[in-house]
């Protein structure tokens, strides 16, 4: 969505959005209909007696929870709750007006509950929006989580793609040898490209043995491997290459990169960039501590949205100064050190949400946060944390997942063939592809 959104001009009229604010947008005015829906469906409601009544339905962080009569959604409600829109004719003529064209960006991993009703009400009617629909049913990743994967009626018309307009001969030859049934060319005719295979056999130590990482490499074995790696292709490439290095799952790079726990606490909302704390430490901690460290002065004014200079005097550059040694030190400790750092410095403006949360710590700080994880249990999590999960986020990282980086293009790519996910079977299938294995009937 980032990759879209950075290469619409300012004042386009597409609005690129996830699947989930996209729903929400489209439903979030018909509050009637959704407090009727959380208040009376048991689908909808949590499991402790809350007799305080809704008058609110509202979508965050998406964690299910209610408070002061404000029904906060689940990601996975504000899904459903479109769902149960859709299925409303005047829902759907007023939705049709308001959405005339929708472009739907890999679309074999959308919602399936939902693109059956764009197909069903919209598209086999031959009425309602425009849909153009870009991916590909083999590349479905969310099998397990009711993706829809292929779409077929008799109203789409399929468009193949003959070209391969970003990868090198040697790579679009890979892929035709994976998949023959779409032939494809490559449109790079100035490198060939090449695609080698490194594999770990000569590990002779302990292996994993949780479930779906039952024989790996350790962590740190893996780590080292992985920047031996990175490190000769950096020396044996020109140094305006960029290299990314794609991992299976989001759980094994924040294993790999240190922010295990902030990904089981937060898990999509991590990705969505949704929870407004590590959007302060990443929109404004992070870069005014750059700044200082490098006396970047352009990076403070833009990060604090100001155009007059900060420092005027000698004790304010003083303060500055302190501040950068004092977050130095806690920048090692935990969140909360490094938010009350802030807001003790009186330098840097904390959004009020987070200082209304900050008085919950304080005063309650078993309040429930997201997911089960208390506010004070989250804000204690190690600084690193947050830091190791920003270095991911940017659209500069190394390290991404390979279904976090599509769209994007690197000149170098090492991609980690590993387990941490029961639907990949590399072990399985990777002999049937290079042909040292039968392929079995009906494979």
């Known amino acids: 969505m980032d990759v879209i959104a950075k290469r619409l001009s300012k004042d386009s009229f597409i609005l690129p959005s996830t699947i989930h604010s996209f729903s929400w947008n489209a439903i979030k005015q018909y509050q009637g209909f959704l407090i009727d829906i959380v208040t009376n469906n048991p689908d909808f409601l949590r499991d402790e007696k809350d007799f305080v009544k809704v008058t609110e339905v509202t979508y965050t962080l998406g964690d299910r929870y209610k408070e002061n009569g404000i029904q906060y959604l689940y990601h996975d409600d ?21 959405y005339p064209l929708i472009l739907i960006d890999e679309y074999q991993d959308s919602y399936k509950p939902i693109i059956d009703r764009f197909v069903n009400f919209f598209i086999a009617e031959k009425k309602g929006p425009q849909f153009v629909f870009f991916g590909d049913a083999w590349q479905t990743i969310y099998q397990s989580n009711k993706a829809c994967g292929l779409i077929e ?4 018309k399929i468009i193949k793609k003959g070209s391969n307009l970003r990868s090198a001969p040697r790579i679009v030859q890979l892929l035709n040898n994976l998949r023959p049934d779409l032939p494809q060319t490559s449109a790079i005719d100035d490198f060939d490209g090449e695609v080698i295979v490194i594999t770990c056999d000569d590990y002779t130590g302990p292996r994993r043995t949780e479930c779906n990482l039952k024989g790996e490499l350790p962590a740190e074995e893996l780590k080292n491997r992985l920047s031996n790696v990175t490190e ?8 305006d290459d960029n290299l990314k290095v794609l991992m299976i ?14 990904l089981e606490i937060l898990a999509d909302g991590l990705r969505d960039k949704e929870e407004p704390f590590l959007l302060f430490f990443m929109d404004t901690v992070e870069p005014i501590y750059k700044a200082l460290k490098d006396s970047n002065m352009q990076l403070l004014f833009d990060t604090l949205g100001i155009k007059r200079f900060p420092i005027k005097k000698k004790s304010e550059k003083i303060k500055w100064k302190e501040l950068q040694r ?19 410095s009186k330098l840097i403006p904390i ?22 994880t208390s506010i004070q249990a989250f804000l204690e999590l190690d600084y690193l944390q947050f830091t190791a999960a920003i270095d991911f ?7 991404s997942t390979e279904h976090g980086v599509k769209g994007e293009e690197y000149d170098n790519v090492v991609f980690v063939i590993s387990k941490g996910w029961s639907l990949y079977q590399f072990e399985t299938y990777t002999p049937m592809i ?7 009937n009906g494979k």
Request: proline share 5%; charged share 30%; hydrophobic share 35%.
């Open 78 to 98: 504000v899904l459903k709750l479109f769902c149960r829109l859709l299925d409303n004719a005047k829902f759907r003529s007023v939705f049709a007006d308001k």
């Open 153 to 156: 009626n008799e109203n789409l």
């Open 232 to 239: 000769k292709i950096k020396r044996e490439s020109s140094e």
């Open 249 to 262: 799952t989001h759980k094994v790079l924040a294993t790999q990169q240190g922010y295990e726990q902030l």
């Open 326 to 344: 004092q977050l130095e030190n806690a920048r090692t400790k935990r969140a909360i050190d490094v938010f009350e750092l802030i807001k003790q």
């Open 351 to 372: 959004p009020p949400k987070l200082d209304g949360w900050y008085h919950l710590y304080q005063k309650a700080p078993e309040t429930k946060y997201v997911s089960d």
């Open 393 to 399: 986020l940017f659209p500069d990282a190394m390290f």
């Open 434 to 440: 290079t042909g040292h294995t039968n392929i079995p």
